[in-house]
């Protein structure tokens, strides 16, 4: 059964005498916390590993900005690929699962083989050549951004793993006892287990899958420690 | 292989030094291209019947230009011979060669023409008359077009495509920025001591591809 944000609040207030339900914070003010947490780590766990906190994003063309706005959702892009309806300035179909280059707006001429795109204030517009896309459907994967709870029954989002849960609760912990004041004792000792907590998770984002095949690149058991994989 | 398949072909090559190689493939197309004409170059040297091929050019006011010979003209290296392929009005026999000469040094026999700048121009009125030239030469490859996808065939035979390999990952090693020194230095020096040996072979191979029985030295 998934973690809400009232077992979390729960765990959190558990972990010192000090803290009273309702009164050291409210549980609006936790909820909103937790958002916050999780919008931050996985954030930071999609530059780790982009495709654990992974989402697919369909766009279609608005044409009131001549492009694709980026999703809100969306954290950090991976990759771009041809939607349904995607056509060049030609009427030539590109078919659907095409890679969409993006290129930079001052090299537009660059990879004139590949249909591109380039960004510019959050949304991506045909970069001009007769090979580029200019309507349709683009696909946008990336790491998204974490569902907020709303409620105390509201589960923990989907994507984040049961086992790091404790990461949340101890920085909870935290929070309560800096706000209670004079608690520095507990605020040192959470710390110290939040950040051992952390280091565990950004462990496990690093090598939380070794099944993928590649023919260059890393993403085997142990990378080495300057590779990020991919 | 494809020119695709040779890039990524390349990057595997340096996986075990990074994960940071420049990204754009048009470039790397484009120096696969180069390399290819480079290694056919050499080749033409070695043995000009290698990768030759023929060219039948069609005389204007005596003089053939090559930029408009037909078939589409595949690239030049070297010219090793050019000869009457339509007499025409002249007295010329089918096949009979012409004699290339320098402007400096006209001596030859008849007919002799020079060849400057791609075109063909008979001394004198020597190639009156005549309808068609032959032009016999090895041909080198056409290099990677800006706009070319990566799904075109390499022409150099394997396993010499291993060739194109090296170099381009000794390139994308020459240009990665985030590579220490000394460690770029290894990576091109492995390469250059891969490509030695295969060089060494696809020459001995252009030349041995086929018993050629000459009077002259090459």
């Known amino acids: ?230 | 292989m494809t020119f695709e398949e040779v890039r990524r072909a390349a990057l595997a090559r340096l996986m075990e030094y990074g994960d940071r190689w420049p990204q754009g493939r048009s470039v790397a197309y484009r120096r696969i291209g180069v390399r290819q004409q480079q290694l056919y170059a050499m080749a033409a040297r070695a043995n000009p019947e290698y990768a030759g091929v023929c060219a039948i050019g069609t005389l204007v006011d005596g003089a053939a230009n090559f930029a408009a010979m037909e078939p589409p003209v595949l690239r030049p290296e070297a010219i090793t011979r050019v000869e009457i392929h339509d007499p025409g009005e002249s007295d010329y026999e089918v096949g009979q060669r012409i004699t290339i000469v320098t402007a400096d040094d006209p001596d030859g026999l008849a007919p002799r023409a020079f060849l400057r700048h791609r075109v063909l121009v008979g001394v004198g009125n020597e190639l009156a008359g005549v309808a068609q030239i032959k032009v016999w030469y090895p041909y080198i490859p056409e290099p990677a077009r800006p706009d070319e996808d990566g799904s075109r065939e390499v022409e150099i035979p394997d396993p010499y495509s291993e060739l194109l390999v090296i170099d381009l990952a000794r390139d994308y090693a020459r240009k990665t920025l985030s590579l220490a020194p000394d460690v770029r230095a290894a990576i091109i020096r492995m390469q250059d001591e891969d490509e030695a040996p295969l060089l060494a072979e696809w020459i001995a191979h252009v030349r041995g591809y086929a018993p050629l029985e000459t009077r002259f030295a090459r």
């Open chain 1, 1 to 230: 059964m998934a973690t809400t944000a009232n077992d979390l609040i729960r765990a959190a207030i558990a972990t010192s005498r000090h803290n009273v339900r309702g009164e050291t914070a409210s549980d609006a003010e936790l909820i909103a916390l937790i958002g916050d947490l999780l919008d931050g780590y996985m954030d930071e766990g999609a530059r780790v590993n982009r495709r654990f906190f992974g989402g697919r994003f369909t766009v279609g063309f608005d044409a009131t900005v001549g492009g694709w706005p980026r999703p809100a959702g969306v954290t950090m892009v991976a990759h771009l690929l041809a939607g349904e309806g995607m056509q060049t300035s030609g009427s030539v179909t590109i078919p659907p699962g095409t890679e969409i280059v993006e290129i930079p707006i001052d090299q537009r001429e660059t990879e004139r083989g590949r249909p591109a795109v380039y960004q510019w204030g959050q949304v991506w517009y045909p970069a001009g050549r007769e090979s580029d896309p200019v309507a349709g459907e683009l696909v946008v994967l990336g790491s998204r951004r974490a569902t907020r709870p709303a409620t105390v029954d509201d589960p923990i989002d989907p994507l984040w793993p049961e086992a790091h849960v404790p990461l949340l609760k101890w920085d909870l912990a935290i929070y309560l006892a800096q706000k209670d004041g004079e608690r520095e004792a507990e605020v040192a000792a959470f710390t110290a287990l939040r950040d051992q907590a952390h280091a565990r998770y950004l462990a496990f984002l690093q090598a939380e899958s070794i099944t993928e095949v590649r023919d260059y690149g890393f993403g085997g058991v142990f990378p080495s420690p300057g590779v990020t994989p991919r």
